[in-house]
Protein backbone atom coordinates (compact mmCIF):
# COMPACT_ATOMS: atom_id res chain seq x y z
CA UNK A 1 0.00 0.00 0.00
CA UNK A 2 2.73 2.69 0.96
CA UNK A 3 4.01 1.57 -2.29
CA UNK A 4 1.31 2.65 -4.36
CA UNK A 5 0.59 5.57 -2.67
CA UNK A 6 4.24 6.59 -3.39
CA UNK A 7 3.42 5.99 -7.16
CA UNK A 8 0.47 8.45 -6.92
CA UNK A 9 2.66 11.27 -5.09
CA UNK A 10 5.16 11.02 -8.12
CA UNK A 11 2.50 10.76 -10.80
CA UNK A 12 0.74 13.63 -9.10
CA UNK A 13 3.91 15.59 -8.87
CA UNK A 14 4.61 14.77 -12.58
CA UNK A 15 1.42 15.94 -13.80
CA UNK A 16 2.14 19.61 -11.60
CA UNK A 17 5.28 20.20 -12.68
CA UNK A 18 4.07 19.44 -16.26
CA UNK A 19 0.88 21.85 -15.94
CA UNK A 20 3.82 24.55 -14.33
CA UNK A 21 6.10 24.46 -17.30
CA UNK A 22 3.18 24.87 -20.04
CA UNK A 23 2.36 27.69 -17.92
CA UNK A 24 5.53 29.13 -17.43
CA UNK A 25 6.78 28.71 -21.48
CA UNK A 26 3.36 30.06 -22.22
CA UNK A 27 4.62 33.26 -19.77
CA UNK A 28 8.00 33.39 -21.32
CA UNK A 29 6.28 33.87 -24.84
CA UNK A 30 3.61 36.31 -23.23
CA UNK A 31 6.41 38.12 -21.37
CA UNK A 32 8.65 38.61 -24.80
CA UNK A 33 8.28 42.28 -26.63
CA UNK A 34 4.07 42.61 -26.62
CA UNK A 35 4.51 44.72 -29.93
CA UNK A 36 6.46 45.19 -32.76
CA UNK A 37 6.37 46.92 -36.00
CA UNK A 38 7.57 46.03 -39.49
CA UNK A 39 7.82 47.41 -42.97
CA UNK A 40 9.05 45.55 -46.37
CA UNK A 41 8.61 46.39 -49.85
CA UNK A 42 9.19 43.81 -52.89
CA UNK A 43 10.06 45.18 -55.91
CA UNK A 44 9.52 42.19 -58.96
CA UNK A 45 10.23 42.92 -62.46
CA UNK A 46 7.96 40.88 -63.63
CA UNK A 47 7.92 38.90 -67.46
CA UNK A 48 6.14 41.62 -69.75
CA UNK A 49 8.93 44.78 -68.25
CA UNK A 50 6.30 45.62 -65.50
CA UNK A 51 7.31 46.30 -62.43
CA UNK A 52 5.38 45.12 -58.98
CA UNK A 53 5.56 46.52 -55.98
CA UNK A 54 4.38 45.24 -52.78
CA UNK A 55 4.46 47.29 -49.94
CA UNK A 56 3.80 45.82 -46.32
CA UNK A 57 3.26 47.35 -43.19
CA UNK A 58 2.67 44.47 -40.27
CA UNK A 59 1.92 45.20 -36.47
CA UNK A 60 1.58 42.53 -34.31
CA UNK A 61 -0.08 42.72 -31.01
CA UNK A 62 0.69 40.58 -28.20
CA UNK A 63 -2.36 39.18 -25.78
CA UNK A 64 -1.22 41.90 -23.00
CA UNK A 65 -1.14 44.88 -25.25
CA UNK A 66 -4.80 43.45 -26.47
CA UNK A 67 -5.88 43.51 -23.24
CA UNK A 68 -4.96 46.55 -22.52
CA UNK A 69 -6.82 47.66 -25.94
CA UNK A 70 -9.61 46.90 -24.07
CA UNK A 71 -9.24 49.59 -21.74
CA UNK A 72 -9.12 51.94 -23.99
CA UNK A 73 -4.84 51.98 -23.75
CA UNK A 74 -3.35 51.94 -27.17
CA UNK A 75 0.00 52.17 -28.65
CA UNK A 76 0.79 49.95 -32.35
CA UNK A 77 -2.83 49.40 -32.71
CA UNK A 78 -4.76 51.91 -34.45
CA UNK A 79 -7.49 52.98 -32.15
CA UNK A 80 -10.24 52.60 -34.47
CA UNK A 81 -9.40 49.36 -35.55
CA UNK A 82 -9.25 48.36 -32.09
CA UNK A 83 -13.11 49.20 -31.31
CA UNK A 84 -13.80 47.71 -34.09
CA UNK A 85 -12.49 44.61 -33.08
CA UNK A 86 -13.87 44.77 -29.55
CA UNK A 87 -17.38 46.35 -30.47
CA UNK A 88 -18.40 43.72 -33.50
CA UNK A 89 -16.57 40.37 -32.49
CA UNK A 90 -14.86 40.52 -35.34
CA UNK A 91 -12.18 37.61 -35.18
CA UNK A 92 -11.21 37.87 -38.62
CA UNK A 93 -11.18 40.58 -41.57
CA UNK A 94 -9.49 40.97 -44.80
CA UNK A 95 -10.80 44.59 -47.03
CA UNK A 96 -9.61 45.52 -50.15
CA UNK A 97 -10.22 48.34 -52.42
CA UNK A 98 -9.01 47.73 -56.40
CA UNK A 99 -8.92 49.25 -59.07
CA UNK A 100 -7.67 47.81 -62.43
CA UNK A 101 -7.37 44.21 -63.14
CA UNK A 102 -4.71 41.43 -62.73
CA UNK A 103 -3.43 39.70 -65.47
CA UNK A 104 -3.18 35.74 -64.03
CA UNK A 105 -1.17 35.15 -67.72
CA UNK A 106 1.43 37.42 -67.41
CA UNK A 107 1.75 38.36 -63.08
CA UNK A 108 1.12 34.67 -62.12
CA UNK A 109 -0.42 33.79 -59.02
CA UNK A 110 -0.30 36.20 -56.05
CA UNK A 111 -1.68 37.45 -52.36
CA UNK A 112 -1.68 40.78 -54.21
CA UNK A 113 -4.53 39.83 -56.58
CA UNK A 114 -8.14 41.33 -55.61
CA UNK A 115 -11.17 42.03 -57.48
CA UNK A 116 -12.09 45.28 -58.98
CA UNK A 117 -13.70 48.07 -56.34
CA UNK A 118 -14.49 46.97 -53.17
CA UNK A 119 -14.23 43.40 -51.30
CA UNK A 120 -14.78 42.11 -47.46
CA UNK A 121 -15.21 39.34 -46.02
CA UNK A 122 -15.17 38.77 -41.85
CA UNK A 123 -15.34 36.09 -39.20
CA UNK A 124 -17.30 36.93 -36.42
CA UNK A 125 -17.50 34.97 -32.69
CA UNK A 126 -21.15 36.78 -32.29
CA UNK A 127 -24.62 35.77 -32.12
CA UNK A 128 -26.18 37.99 -34.20
CA UNK A 129 -24.26 38.21 -37.34
CA UNK A 130 -26.02 39.65 -39.84
CA UNK A 131 -26.93 43.34 -37.35
CA UNK A 132 -22.54 42.76 -36.54
CA UNK A 133 -21.84 43.06 -40.18
CA UNK A 134 -24.04 45.94 -40.72
CA UNK A 135 -22.58 48.06 -37.68
CA UNK A 136 -19.08 46.60 -39.21
CA UNK A 137 -19.84 47.83 -42.95
CA UNK A 138 -20.91 51.35 -41.66
CA UNK A 139 -17.73 51.70 -38.91
CA UNK A 140 -15.69 50.54 -42.07
CA UNK A 141 -17.54 52.85 -44.54
CA UNK A 142 -16.76 55.78 -41.84
CA UNK A 143 -12.79 54.94 -41.51
CA UNK A 144 -11.80 55.00 -45.20
CA UNK A 145 -14.25 57.28 -46.97
CA UNK A 146 -16.25 54.39 -48.79
CA UNK A 147 -19.10 53.28 -50.00
CA UNK A 148 -19.16 49.71 -47.69
CA UNK A 149 -22.56 50.49 -46.39
CA UNK A 150 -24.30 49.51 -49.25
CA UNK A 151 -22.56 46.23 -48.49
CA UNK A 152 -25.79 45.19 -46.92
CA UNK A 153 -27.16 41.99 -46.62
CA UNK A 154 -28.89 41.84 -49.89
CA UNK A 155 -25.42 41.41 -51.34
CA UNK A 156 -24.04 39.26 -48.66
CA UNK A 157 -23.09 35.51 -48.67
CA UNK A 158 -21.39 33.10 -46.68
CA UNK A 159 -19.65 30.71 -48.55
CA UNK A 160 -18.88 27.38 -47.23
CA UNK A 161 -16.36 25.99 -49.60
CA UNK A 162 -14.30 28.77 -50.62
CA UNK A 163 -13.26 30.70 -47.56
CA UNK A 164 -11.28 29.73 -44.15
CA UNK A 165 -9.90 31.26 -41.15
CA UNK A 166 -6.32 32.22 -42.03
CA UNK A 167 -5.19 32.89 -38.84
CA UNK A 168 -3.33 30.85 -36.29
CA UNK A 169 -6.23 29.76 -33.32
CA UNK A 170 -5.14 28.05 -30.20
CA UNK A 171 -6.45 24.57 -29.51
CA UNK A 172 -9.46 26.26 -27.38
CA UNK A 173 -10.65 28.54 -30.27
CA UNK A 174 -14.10 26.72 -31.37
CA UNK A 175 -13.67 27.14 -35.05
CA UNK A 176 -17.39 26.09 -35.42
CA UNK A 177 -18.93 29.13 -33.85
CA UNK A 178 -17.39 31.42 -36.08
CA UNK A 179 -19.80 32.77 -38.74
CA UNK A 180 -18.76 34.11 -41.90
CA UNK A 181 -19.79 36.98 -44.42
CA UNK A 182 -18.80 38.09 -47.66
CA UNK A 183 -19.44 40.95 -49.69
CA UNK A 184 -18.42 42.76 -52.71
CA UNK A 185 -18.75 46.27 -54.47
CA UNK A 186 -17.56 46.28 -57.92
CA UNK A 187 -18.47 50.05 -59.00
CA UNK A 188 -16.93 51.10 -55.77
CA UNK A 189 -14.54 54.06 -57.19
CA UNK A 190 -10.68 53.77 -55.76
CA UNK A 191 -9.78 57.44 -54.79
CA UNK A 192 -6.83 59.30 -52.65
CA UNK A 193 -10.24 59.48 -50.37
CA UNK A 194 -9.32 55.88 -49.38
CA UNK A 195 -5.56 56.10 -49.52
CA UNK A 196 -5.50 58.89 -47.28
CA UNK A 197 -7.54 57.44 -44.19
CA UNK A 198 -5.95 54.20 -44.46
CA UNK A 199 -2.38 56.00 -44.54
CA UNK A 200 -3.45 57.84 -41.21
CA UNK A 201 -3.49 54.38 -39.59
CA UNK A 202 0.49 53.93 -40.18
CA UNK A 203 2.50 54.84 -37.67
CA UNK A 204 4.32 57.23 -38.97
CA UNK A 205 1.67 58.02 -41.51
CA UNK A 206 3.58 59.62 -44.48
CA UNK A 207 6.37 61.47 -42.56
CA UNK A 208 8.92 58.71 -42.99
CA UNK A 209 9.70 54.81 -43.83
CA UNK A 210 8.67 53.00 -46.28
CA UNK A 211 5.13 55.22 -46.99
CA UNK A 212 7.10 58.34 -47.69
CA UNK A 213 7.19 56.34 -51.58
CA UNK A 214 3.18 56.36 -51.78
CA UNK A 215 2.81 59.06 -54.47
CA UNK A 216 -0.98 59.34 -55.14
CA UNK A 217 -0.20 60.94 -58.76
CA UNK A 218 2.12 57.67 -59.51
CA UNK A 219 0.11 55.20 -57.73
CA UNK A 220 -3.54 55.83 -59.40
CA UNK A 221 -1.63 56.35 -62.50
CA UNK A 222 -0.68 52.79 -62.71
CA UNK A 223 -1.40 49.21 -64.63
CA UNK A 224 -3.07 47.82 -61.28
CA UNK A 225 -3.76 49.26 -58.18
CA UNK A 226 -5.14 46.95 -54.93
CA UNK A 227 -4.61 48.37 -51.06
CA UNK A 228 -5.92 46.29 -48.17
CA UNK A 229 -6.33 46.03 -44.20
CA UNK A 230 -6.17 42.33 -42.55
CA UNK A 231 -6.73 41.28 -39.07
CA UNK A 232 -5.63 37.85 -38.23
CA UNK A 233 -5.55 36.40 -34.97
CA UNK A 234 -2.20 34.96 -33.91
CA UNK A 235 -1.80 33.02 -31.19
CA UNK A 236 2.00 32.86 -28.93
CA UNK A 237 1.52 28.59 -28.78
CA UNK A 238 -1.31 26.32 -29.04
CA UNK A 239 -1.75 25.49 -25.32
CA UNK A 240 -1.96 29.36 -24.59
CA UNK A 241 -5.04 30.33 -24.32
CA UNK A 242 -4.53 34.22 -24.40
CA UNK A 243 -4.32 35.07 -28.20
CA UNK A 244 -3.15 38.08 -29.80
CA UNK A 245 -3.53 39.50 -33.34
CA UNK A 246 -1.54 40.48 -36.59
CA UNK A 247 -2.49 44.02 -38.01
CA UNK A 248 -1.43 44.43 -41.52
CA UNK A 249 -1.78 46.85 -44.03
CA UNK A 250 -0.76 45.85 -47.55
CA UNK A 251 -0.73 47.80 -51.04
CA UNK A 252 0.50 46.23 -54.50
CA UNK A 253 0.77 48.52 -57.94
CA UNK A 254 1.66 47.45 -61.31
CA UNK A 255 3.92 50.39 -62.63
CA UNK A 256 4.92 50.30 -66.21
CA UNK A 257 8.47 52.42 -66.77
CA UNK A 258 8.12 51.87 -70.39
CA UNK A 259 5.14 53.70 -70.52
CA UNK A 260 6.55 56.68 -67.94
CA UNK A 261 10.51 56.69 -69.11
CA UNK A 262 10.37 54.93 -71.95
CA UNK A 263 13.37 52.39 -71.06
CA UNK A 264 13.83 49.53 -69.34
CA UNK A 265 15.74 51.00 -66.60
CA UNK A 266 14.22 51.61 -63.43
CA UNK A 267 14.68 52.95 -60.23
CA UNK A 268 12.42 53.85 -56.83
CA UNK A 269 12.88 57.39 -57.75
CA UNK A 270 12.00 57.10 -61.60
CA UNK A 271 9.26 54.70 -60.57
CA UNK A 272 7.50 57.09 -57.88
CA UNK A 273 9.01 60.30 -57.84
CA UNK A 274 9.95 59.95 -54.23
CA UNK A 275 13.46 59.79 -52.35
CA UNK A 276 13.64 57.03 -49.37
CA UNK A 277 15.99 59.09 -46.80
CA UNK A 278 14.21 58.15 -43.40
CA UNK A 279 13.32 55.12 -42.00
CA UNK A 280 10.36 54.94 -40.07
CA UNK A 281 11.06 55.00 -35.72
CA UNK A 282 8.37 53.17 -35.02
CA UNK A 283 9.38 50.30 -36.85
CA UNK A 284 11.96 47.43 -35.78
CA UNK A 285 12.83 46.37 -39.42
CA UNK A 286 12.56 48.01 -42.50
CA UNK A 287 13.41 45.62 -45.40
CA UNK A 288 13.55 45.90 -49.29
CA UNK A 289 13.76 42.91 -51.54
CA UNK A 290 14.34 43.21 -55.54
CA UNK A 291 14.27 40.48 -57.93
CA UNK A 292 14.04 40.40 -61.53
CA UNK A 293 11.98 37.51 -63.86
CA UNK A 294 13.67 39.04 -66.85
CA UNK A 295 15.39 36.82 -69.20
CA UNK A 296 18.89 38.44 -69.56
CA UNK A 297 22.05 40.20 -67.37
CA UNK A 298 21.22 42.13 -64.60
CA UNK A 299 22.88 44.80 -62.91
CA UNK A 300 21.84 46.41 -59.32
CA UNK A 301 21.61 50.03 -59.40
CA UNK A 302 22.86 49.91 -55.82
CA UNK A 303 24.89 46.61 -54.25
CA UNK A 304 22.51 44.79 -52.11
CA UNK A 305 23.62 43.74 -48.76
CA UNK A 306 22.96 40.41 -49.35
CA UNK A 307 21.57 38.05 -51.73
CA UNK A 308 19.08 35.02 -51.21
CA UNK A 309 17.10 32.62 -53.44
CA UNK A 310 12.98 32.31 -53.67
CA UNK A 311 10.98 29.85 -53.93
CA UNK A 312 11.41 29.72 -57.98
CA UNK A 313 14.91 29.97 -57.30
CA UNK A 314 15.40 33.31 -58.71
CA UNK A 315 18.52 35.72 -57.46
CA UNK A 316 16.82 38.53 -54.78
CA UNK A 317 18.65 41.05 -53.53
CA UNK A 318 17.94 42.32 -49.83
CA UNK A 319 18.77 46.21 -48.71
CA UNK A 320 17.83 46.68 -44.95
CA UNK A 321 17.04 51.16 -44.57
CA UNK A 322 19.12 52.36 -41.79
CA UNK A 323 17.96 55.69 -39.77
CA UNK A 324 18.45 58.81 -41.67
CA UNK A 325 19.86 56.58 -44.46
CA UNK A 326 19.85 57.47 -48.65
CA UNK A 327 19.00 54.87 -50.32
CA UNK A 328 17.60 54.34 -54.47
CA UNK A 329 17.40 50.67 -55.54
CA UNK A 330 16.51 49.72 -59.49
CA UNK A 331 17.56 47.39 -62.29
CA UNK A 332 19.75 48.24 -65.06
CA UNK A 333 20.44 45.53 -67.64
CA UNK A 334 23.91 45.92 -70.21
CA UNK A 335 22.10 44.36 -73.08
CA UNK A 336 19.31 47.22 -74.23
CA UNK A 337 17.30 44.71 -76.17
CA UNK A 338 15.61 42.82 -73.50
CA UNK A 339 13.07 40.13 -74.50
CA UNK A 340 10.04 39.84 -72.35
CA UNK A 341 9.37 35.93 -71.25
CA UNK A 342 5.76 34.25 -71.04
CA UNK A 343 5.05 32.98 -67.77
CA UNK A 344 5.51 28.65 -67.19
CA UNK A 345 3.76 28.70 -63.77
CA UNK A 346 0.27 30.22 -64.79
CA UNK A 347 -1.36 27.27 -66.29
CA UNK A 348 -4.79 27.56 -64.28
CA UNK A 349 -7.00 30.28 -66.31
CA UNK A 350 -10.76 31.13 -66.21
CA UNK A 351 -13.05 33.50 -68.28
CA UNK A 352 -16.61 34.29 -67.41
CA UNK A 353 -19.72 35.69 -69.66
CA UNK A 354 -23.26 36.34 -70.29
CA UNK A 355 -25.53 33.75 -72.27
CA UNK A 356 -28.51 35.09 -74.57
CA UNK A 357 -30.40 37.86 -75.22
CA UNK A 358 -32.81 40.12 -74.65
CA UNK A 359 -34.09 41.60 -70.75
CA UNK A 360 -36.39 38.26 -70.22
CA UNK A 361 -33.96 35.44 -69.83
CA UNK A 362 -30.03 34.95 -69.70
CA UNK A 363 -27.85 32.68 -68.54
CA UNK A 364 -24.38 32.77 -66.57
CA UNK A 365 -21.14 30.67 -67.94
CA UNK A 366 -17.26 30.18 -66.73
CA UNK A 367 -14.53 28.37 -68.42
CA UNK A 368 -12.03 26.99 -66.63
CA UNK A 369 -8.47 25.86 -68.38
CA UNK A 370 -6.01 23.65 -66.62
CA UNK A 371 -2.95 23.65 -69.06
CA UNK A 372 -0.45 21.41 -67.09
CA UNK A 373 0.58 18.76 -68.95
CA UNK A 374 -0.21 15.53 -66.37
CA UNK A 375 -1.45 16.46 -63.50
CA UNK A 376 -5.28 17.23 -62.13
CA UNK A 377 -5.63 20.40 -60.16
CA UNK A 378 -8.78 20.70 -57.14
CA UNK A 379 -10.37 23.78 -57.00
CA UNK A 380 -13.05 25.45 -55.52
CA UNK A 381 -15.81 28.15 -57.50
CA UNK A 382 -17.90 30.51 -55.64
CA UNK A 383 -20.22 32.74 -57.68
CA UNK A 384 -22.59 34.44 -55.67
CA UNK A 385 -25.56 35.50 -57.88
CA UNK A 386 -27.68 38.86 -57.03
CA UNK A 387 -31.30 38.16 -55.85
CA UNK A 388 -32.47 39.70 -59.06
CA UNK A 389 -31.14 37.38 -61.52
CA UNK A 390 -33.29 33.83 -60.55
CA UNK A 391 -31.38 30.71 -61.24
CA UNK A 392 -33.18 27.74 -62.25
CA UNK A 393 -30.55 24.71 -60.95
CA UNK A 394 -32.12 22.35 -63.14
CA UNK A 395 -30.51 23.73 -65.88
CA UNK A 396 -27.13 23.75 -63.73
CA UNK A 397 -24.56 21.89 -66.55
CA UNK A 398 -20.95 20.67 -66.36
CA UNK A 399 -18.93 19.26 -69.18
CA UNK A 400 -15.26 18.72 -69.50
CA UNK A 401 -13.29 17.94 -72.52
CA UNK A 402 -9.44 17.44 -72.67
CA UNK A 403 -6.86 15.91 -74.77
CA UNK A 404 -6.57 12.23 -73.81
CA UNK A 405 -7.14 8.82 -75.33
CA UNK A 406 -9.83 8.12 -73.75
CA UNK A 407 -12.06 11.14 -74.97
CA UNK A 408 -13.99 13.04 -73.02
CA UNK A 409 -14.89 12.63 -69.29
CA UNK A 410 -18.41 12.68 -67.93
CA UNK A 411 -19.02 15.25 -65.19
CA UNK A 412 -19.01 13.10 -62.20
CA UNK A 413 -15.19 12.73 -63.03
CA UNK A 414 -14.75 15.90 -62.03
CA UNK A 415 -17.54 17.09 -59.85
CA UNK A 416 -16.35 16.06 -56.27
CA UNK A 417 -19.04 18.77 -53.87
CA UNK A 418 -21.70 21.38 -54.30
CA UNK A 419 -23.02 23.85 -51.79
CA UNK A 420 -26.31 26.13 -53.13
CA UNK A 421 -28.07 29.06 -51.08
CA UNK A 422 -30.91 30.01 -52.97
CA UNK A 423 -31.88 33.86 -52.80
CA UNK A 424 -34.19 35.84 -50.85
CA UNK A 425 -36.45 38.60 -52.44
CA UNK A 426 -34.19 41.59 -51.01
CA UNK A 427 -32.47 39.57 -48.57
CA UNK A 428 -29.75 37.42 -49.85
CA UNK A 429 -28.06 36.82 -53.11
CA UNK A 430 -27.78 33.14 -54.50
CA UNK A 431 -24.42 31.11 -53.64
CA UNK A 432 -23.02 28.94 -55.52
CA UNK A 433 -19.53 26.59 -54.74
CA UNK A 434 -18.46 23.99 -56.78
CA UNK A 435 -15.89 21.87 -55.78
CA UNK A 436 -13.89 20.21 -58.93
CA UNK A 437 -11.07 18.35 -60.27
CA UNK A 438 -9.62 19.60 -63.43
CA UNK A 439 -8.33 17.12 -65.59
CA UNK A 440 -4.89 17.72 -67.38
CA UNK A 441 -5.16 19.75 -70.69
CA UNK A 442 -8.93 20.24 -70.15
CA UNK A 443 -11.73 22.72 -70.60
CA UNK A 444 -14.51 22.70 -67.59
CA UNK A 445 -17.74 25.02 -68.39
CA UNK A 446 -19.86 25.90 -66.32
CA UNK A 447 -23.09 27.06 -66.71
CA UNK A 448 -26.93 28.34 -65.40
CA UNK A 449 -29.74 29.71 -66.73
CA UNK A 450 -31.96 32.07 -65.06
CA UNK A 451 -34.93 35.10 -65.32
CA UNK A 452 -34.57 38.61 -65.09
CA UNK A 453 -36.83 40.06 -62.60
CA UNK A 454 -38.92 43.16 -62.95
CA UNK A 455 -37.54 45.41 -60.00
CA UNK A 456 -39.35 48.53 -58.00
CA UNK A 457 -38.38 51.83 -60.66
CA UNK A 458 -37.05 53.10 -57.42
CA UNK A 459 -34.51 50.38 -56.72
CA UNK A 460 -32.71 51.66 -60.30
CA UNK A 461 -29.67 53.44 -60.22
CA UNK A 462 -29.55 57.32 -61.37
CA UNK A 463 -27.95 55.77 -64.62
CA UNK A 464 -30.84 52.75 -65.03
CA UNK A 465 -30.16 52.20 -68.56
CA UNK A 466 -26.32 51.37 -67.94
CA UNK A 467 -27.08 47.76 -66.39
CA UNK A 468 -26.54 45.96 -63.02
CA UNK A 469 -23.08 44.84 -62.04
CA UNK A 470 -22.36 41.44 -60.87
CA UNK A 471 -19.50 40.37 -58.49
CA UNK A 472 -16.97 38.66 -59.59
CA UNK A 473 -16.29 35.02 -59.15
CA UNK A 474 -13.87 33.08 -57.00
CA UNK A 475 -11.46 30.53 -58.09
CA UNK A 476 -9.86 29.02 -54.91
CA UNK A 477 -7.02 26.44 -55.48
CA UNK A 478 -3.15 25.68 -54.59
CA UNK A 479 -0.86 25.33 -57.20
CA UNK A 480 1.03 22.29 -57.85
CA UNK A 481 4.68 22.40 -56.37
CA UNK A 482 3.15 25.48 -53.70
CA UNK A 483 1.80 24.95 -50.48
CA UNK A 484 -0.25 28.34 -50.11
CA UNK A 485 -3.98 28.96 -50.93
CA UNK A 486 -3.91 30.91 -54.29
CA UNK A 487 -7.21 33.22 -55.38
CA UNK A 488 -8.25 34.20 -59.11
CA UNK A 489 -11.24 36.58 -59.96
CA UNK A 490 -13.12 36.97 -62.89
CA UNK A 491 -14.19 40.41 -64.18
CA UNK A 492 -17.34 41.84 -63.35
CA UNK A 493 -20.55 41.22 -65.43
CA UNK A 494 -23.04 43.93 -66.71
CA UNK A 495 -26.48 42.95 -66.58
CA UNK A 496 -29.40 44.85 -68.32
CA UNK A 497 -32.49 44.33 -66.51
CA UNK A 498 -36.09 45.41 -67.71
CA UNK A 499 -36.05 48.89 -67.47
CA UNK A 500 -39.22 51.21 -67.09
CA UNK A 501 -39.18 54.62 -69.62
CA UNK A 502 -37.62 57.25 -66.77
CA UNK A 503 -39.09 59.97 -69.79
CA UNK A 504 -42.42 59.23 -68.90
CA UNK A 505 -43.31 60.48 -65.43
CA UNK A 506 -41.99 63.95 -67.42
CA UNK A 507 -44.15 63.23 -70.75
CA UNK A 508 -47.40 62.96 -68.06
CA UNK A 509 -46.66 65.39 -65.87
CA UNK A 510 -46.06 67.93 -68.72
CA UNK A 511 -49.46 66.59 -70.45
CA UNK A 512 -51.60 66.35 -67.82
CA UNK A 513 -50.19 70.10 -66.86
CA UNK A 514 -51.03 71.38 -69.85
CA UNK A 515 -54.53 70.05 -70.08
CA UNK A 516 -55.40 71.42 -66.75
CA UNK A 517 -53.72 75.03 -67.51
CA UNK A 518 -56.71 74.83 -70.64
CA UNK A 519 -59.46 73.36 -68.38
CA UNK A 520 -58.87 75.71 -65.57
CA UNK A 521 -58.23 78.75 -67.75
CA UNK A 522 -61.46 78.26 -69.86
CA UNK A 523 -63.46 77.28 -66.59
CA UNK A 524 -62.10 80.34 -64.59
CA UNK A 525 -63.17 82.60 -67.35
CA UNK A 526 -66.63 81.24 -67.78
CA UNK A 527 -66.69 81.70 -63.68
CA UNK A 528 -65.36 85.20 -63.64
CA UNK A 529 -66.54 86.97 -66.49
CA UNK A 530 -69.80 88.84 -66.67
CA UNK A 531 -71.86 89.25 -69.82
CA UNK A 532 -73.39 92.50 -70.73
CA UNK A 533 -75.34 93.61 -73.59
CA UNK A 534 -73.67 96.53 -75.68
CA UNK A 535 -76.22 99.26 -76.97
CA UNK A 536 -75.78 100.17 -80.38
CA UNK A 537 -75.53 103.97 -80.31
CA UNK A 538 -72.75 103.60 -77.60
CA UNK A 539 -70.80 101.29 -80.33
CA UNK A 540 -71.36 103.47 -83.17
CA UNK A 541 -69.83 106.36 -80.46
CA UNK A 542 -66.81 104.32 -80.20
Not at 102 to 127: D, R
Not at 398 to 424: F, M, N
Not at 481 to 498: D, G, K
Request: proline share 5%.
Amino acid sequence: MEHRRKGRRRRSALLLSLVLLATVSCGKVAAAKDESYAESLDLTHLGDGKVLAQFAFNSRIGPTALQKAQGHHYESLPRPIGEIIQSFGVEELHLTFTQGVWNYEKWGYTGAAAPSGAQLWAWFNATHVDTQWKHLTHALAGLYCGSLNQMDVSVTAAPHLSLRPEGSFSRLDAMSDLKLRYGSLPREAVCTENLTPWAKLLPCQLKAGLSTLLNAYKLFDSNYYSMGTHIVPASEAPSCTRKGIMFSQTLSVVLDPLRTDNRNEWSLKSLLDRSLNQSCAAAESTGIALKSELRGETKFLAPPESTDMDANGIQRGIYSMAPAHDINVGFSWHDANISHSRRDDAYIRMERYLKGYGNERGGIAVDLYNHHSHAYQTVTYLQPVPWYLKLYMHTLQLETSHEAPTGKLVSTDVLKRTHYQTAIDRLRPAVLELELALPPNSTTTISVDFDKSFIKYTEHPPDANRGFDVGPGMLSFVPQNETQLRRMYTTTLLVSLPTPDFSMPYNVITLTCTLMALFFGGLFNLLTRTHQPVSLAIKAKE
